[in-house]
């Protein structure tokens, strides 16, 4: 059984910072890609920033120059430094992860999610 656990979010002012952070754990033979996701009321989720196993990031233009997402491969734990936010930035932020886990094949997972929240 693997499990993805979301930590960090709350409410914050814009222009605030915030760190959420993602723990990998159970029968974990080795995690591919990690990304941050984000679900706003009404809208579609949509990918936030991802990172490879090697360490190659992606962004939304939306959070370029605002988000760091980083890992630790040894720990199994990603995070995503958030800076300057914004109202709009405002969302349930999920953690995404492609694992292979014990005999079974790669898979991804999901964690249960944690809502930031900027105000204006």
């Known amino acids: 059984q693997v499990q993805l656990v979301e930590s960090g979010g709350g409410l914050v002012q814009a222009g605030g910072s915030l760190r959420l952070s993602c723990a990998a754990s159970g029968s974990i033979v080795s995690i591919n890609a990690m990304g941050w996701y984000r679900q706003a009321p009404g809208k579609q989720r949509e990918l936030v920033a991802a990172?490879?196993?090697?360490?190659?990031?992606n962004y939304a233009d939306s959070v370029k120059g605002r988000f760091t997402i980083s890992r630790d491969n040894a720990k199994n734990t990603m995070s995503l430094q958030m800076n300057s936010l914004k109202p709009e930035d405002t969302a349930v932020y999920y953690c995404n992860a492609n694992i292979r886990a014990g005999w079974r094949p790669n898979k991804d997972y999901w964690g249960q999610g944690t809502q930031v929240t900027v105000s204006s």
């Open positions: 990172i490879t196993r090697d360490g190659i990031t």
